[in-house]
């Protein structure tokens, strides 16, 4: 069994990026548990019409030229997508924008990746980039707590 990572810090993280999708898509966001992979389903009227994985990043958006994301959690949003034809999203809040894009991306870099900042072996694993230019913006960060 792996540790929980995940703190209420990182939780409220989430909350707020989650507002600032309700409000751009005009839908609202609901929490799903750890076994469905993704962070949220967005429902409209009562129905779901989406499922959206947040992310939150210090670091400015084109800091970087790509997004790095597990290819586990890429292969959830594909088998979610699939059993229930609603689309997947990967919302990131950087230091300076919020941005957008499909999951699975159109195009994406697989290769091994991960973090080494918590010493643990699980954490180098297959990833996908996306390109930072693939995403959306739908808004502007304001500012926060140094969180990863």
């Not at 019409?49 to 949003?77: D, I």
Request: glycine share 4%; net charge positive.
């Amino acid at each position: 069994m792996r540790p929980m990572y995940e703190t209420q810090r990182d939780r409220d993280n989430e909350q707020s990026i989650a507002s600032v999708i309700e409000r751009e898509f005009n839908c609202q966001l609901t929490k799903m548990p750890i076994k469905m992979a993704l962070d949220y389903m967005a429902t409209r009227n009562g129905s779901a019409v989406a499922f959206v994985e947040v992310k939150r990043r210090k670091t400015p958006m084109q800091q970087y030229p790509t997004y790095m994301l597990s290819l586990h959690k890429v292969m959830m949003a594909n088998a979610l997508s699939m059993a229930t034809r609603l689309p997947c999203f990967l919302a990131v809040q950087w230091s300076d924008a919020v941005g957008i894009c499909r999951l699975p991306a159109p195009s994406m870099d697989i290769r091994m990746g991960g973090t080494t900042r918590r010493n643990d072996a699980q954490d180098i694993e297959p990833v996908a980039y996306f390109d930072v230019n693939g995403f959306t913006v739908v808004g502007v960060s304001e500012p926060h707590e140094r969180s990863a």
